[in-house]
């Protein structure tokens, strides 16, 4: 029968003891982006008067955003409704009316011409306004700057423990995102650009003074380690 080796022991030997330990770091940070929806809408007695309002208002509204031009850096079309509505009399299915919707969504990274886009948008006729909704670009270097400091905690506090049994680390044997191993877990991760692009020709409206809501940016891994013999 094979003896089992060092590498196959899950805690080591009495002189190469290993170490597990996590490393988490929490920062905060200004968003980088903004997202608002806009929900245009219609209602006509016929599918036609319905569809030409909308047309006339989606319009008019994609106008007045684009006149933001690099503010906006995305500008999509998320969904197109039109529903007839029936009377709630009678045996026959009678149409009373249209309702057409149309929502938009879009990315901003200049948060001045942000509040200013709001207001304009809201005073829109039949236009709702959602948002915004701040966020750190999926690329941020603000994720990279949490793992590292994740993994720096993880070597200090490895480094502490042997330290304090009178060793010093040797090697490191694995570092792994958190959950990385087993069952996925929930990880959280979570913008102020100066200047105001102001659309030329269209009415002007009052800025609403929007404050940015900064992004939670959390990082967590598990590290394992070995170390010389403690002095005990």
């Keep these: ?71 906006v850096e995305k500008l999509e079309t998320s969904s197109f409704t039109l529903t007839p509505q029936l009377t709630d009399k009678g045996r026959h299915e009678r149409i009373r009316a249209y309702h057409g ?54 070597v200090q506090r490895a480094r502490e423990y042997a330290e304090a049994l009178g060793a010093r680390l040797e090697a490191v044997l694995e570092i792994a995102d958190l959950g990385a191993e087993g069952p996925p877990q929930q990880q959280g991760y979570g913008f102020a650009a100066p200047g105001s692009a102001r659309g030329a020709g269209l009415e002007s409206a009052p800025a609403l003074d929007l404050e940015p809501h900064r992004q939670t940016v959390y990082a967590s891994v598990n590290a394992r380690f070995t170390m010389t013999r403690p002095v005990l």
């Design 1 to 71: 029968m094979t003896e089992p080796t060092a590498a196959a022991l899950p805690y080591g030997t009495p002189d190469a003891p290993r170490l597990a330990v996590r490393g988490e770091a929490r920062l905060e940070i200004d968003p980088e982006i903004a997202r608002i929806t806009l929900t245009v809408s219609a209602r006509g007695t016929d599918r036609k008067t319905a569809l030409t309002d909308l047309t006339r208002r989606n319009e008019h509204a994609l106008t007045l955003i684009k006149s933001y031009g690099d503010a």
């Design 101 to 154: 919707r149309v929502t938009l969504t879009a990315t901003l990274n200049d948060f001045t011409a942000l509040g200013e886009l709001t207001t304009r948008l809201a005073d829109l006729e039949l236009t709702r306004v959602d948002g915004p909704w701040w966020a750190l670009r999926p690329d941020s270097p603000a994720h990279r700057s949490a793992r590292t400091q994740a993994v720096h905690e993880a």
